[in-house]
């Protein structure tokens, strides 16, 4: 009978007894129980590699394989990678499977894949397909759980992409825990690396997430694999979004956006247009920002609103933007504008449900806030980025060009920008810059617009 260990739900590590903090990632009450893997004798070692310098490597590099929706490519780096790993996490019924059968049943076309589904049977991934119209694609389909029968399959059908719906309920006889404990996931997922490695098949794992918002099982699981993506959404919107947190092959933090639609999910041409507000009018409270997700330029539209405080302490509301960083801007804005924030409410937001994490938003978000206070709104067709220090200064943004041409192909007409982010040659056609060195300069800019 195999003995009992103690597995942290963080890092994996493993303790004979249980302990309130993990002796290696030093995390509390992540140590949970289960059943001991059994000794396993006689089993034969791969061969070992030679030792070679760096220079005797010849690696050939390989060609990405289009997956035929444009905004997967662009979050993956160009394609999936053949020998590489993908973690795809998300809420539940958010759209996972949905994207990865539309995937590969346009891929079945002209290569050989596999989906293997351990959460629904063939006949409810039928009708899926039937509702999607994917009815008649020659994909190939596997509902199983084990290990062993998964890794014949790969070996039989010897296909290009593979898809593990869900990595969570897959399980190996060699472990005697339940399918989904951290022993399963991990053992399960490092089989699973191994063969695509060895194989070049490349394997597309879904992961179930927790109430929080992390990836279930444990932290190894998103060290193994080569490319994490987030699937994020609202419940109440049809828009979606893949974020890579982590990938190899390609730049972290890009951003592709689809639609759900009754055809599945569709990629979107131009995701600036989600995340502006269509106003009749200018209304106080809105500056469009200039902002960057990946190699991609976005503008989203940064409301604010800032109003008397009733109870002695103000609140500070930041959604989709560092709540933190709102508290320090306005200190700012008082020390160095003149400006008192201390006896309002100010609420701030990213229209469209997008998370800005990049300081360039400072200067867009304290010219909205100045809108709410003055109660007077920007004039139409004006954007702005920066990033706002303690002293009242503007440092320039990362890829300042690409965001003004992005700007100026929608149509905007002038530009608040950080001075040293101004083209040194030129401009940009039909955009008025106006490069400021510091946030007085940015709010004289605003009035002599306004008036």
């Excluded at 979004?241 to 730049?251: D, E, H, P, T, W």
């Excluded at 759900?260 to 507000?277: C, D, H, Q, W, Y």
Aim: with cysteine; glycine share 10%.
């Amino acid at each position: 009978m195999a003995r009992s260990v103690y597995v942290c739900s963080a890092c994996g590590a493993q303790s004979a007894k249980w302990l309130g903090r993990c002796p290696q990632c030093e995390a509390w009450n992540t140590l949970v129980e289960a059943a001991g893997a059994p000794a396993r004798r006689g089993v034969a070692l791969a061969p070992a590699s030679a030792v070679q310098t760096l220079g005797e490597v010849r690696a050939q590099p390989l060609p990405p394989l289009p997956s035929g929706i444009a905004e997967l490519d662009r979050v993956l780096g160009g394609g999936l990678v053949p020998g590489s790993v993908v973690l795809l996490g998300g809420d539940p019924g958010i759209g996972k499977s949905t994207l990865l059968l539309q995937v590969l049943a346009e891929l079945a076309t002209r290569e050989a894949v596999l989906y293997v589904s351990g959460e629904e049977s063939a006949a409810q991934i039928g009708l899926r397909a039937q509702r999607l119209g994917l009815r008649e694609s020659p994909l190939r389909l596997l509902a199983e759980t084990q290990l062993e029968r998964i890794a014949d399959a790969l070996q039989t059908e010897a296909p290009r992409v593979c898809v593990i719906d869900s990595i969570q309920t897959v399980f190996t006889d060699a472990i005697g825990s339940a399918p989904g404990s951290v022993a399963q996931v991990r053992e399960c997922a490092a089989q699973l690396t191994r063969h695509a490695k060895t194989a070049g098949t490349c394997i597309v794992m879904i992961g179930h997430v927790t109430k929080e918002g992390a990836l279930a099982g444990p932290r190894v699981l998103e060290h193994m694999v080569d490319t994490v993506l987030y699937f994020e959404g609202d419940s109440h919107s049809s828009y979606r979004l893949i974020r890579a947190i982590k990938n190899r092959y390609g730049a972290v933090n890009e951003l592709g956006v689809f639609a759900m639609t009754e055809r599945g999910l569709r990629g979107v041409a131009n995701p600036s247009a989600i995340f502006l507000s269509q106003h009749g009018a200018p209304v106080a409270g809105s500056c469009v920002l200039a902002t960057l997700e990946g190699t991609r330029p976005l503008l989203v539209e940064i409301q604010a609103l800032a109003d008397h405080a009733a109870a002695p302490s103000p609140r500070r509301l930041s959604v989709g933007l560092d709540p933190a960083r709102l508290a320090m801007l306005l200190a700012v804005l008082h020390r160095h504008a003149g400006i008192a924030c201390g006896d309002q409410d100010v609420f701030v937001n990213a229209v469209g449900g997008v998370r800005i994490g990049e300081p360039a938003a400072d200067l867009a978000v304290l010219l909205a806030i100045h809108s709410s206070l003055k109660n007077r709104a920007l004039a139409r067709g004006l954007l702005a980025f920066g990033e706002v220090g303690l002293a009242g200064e503007i440092r320039p943004a990362p890829r300042g060009q690409e965001r003004l041409r992005e700007a100026a192909k929608l149509g905007f007409a002038a530009a608040i920008i950080p001075a040293a982010n101004a083209p040194r040659s030129g401009g940009v056609d039909g955009l008025r810059l106006y490069p400021v060195q510091r946030i007085e300069q940015a709010l004289d800019v605003l009035r002599d617009l306004q008036a």
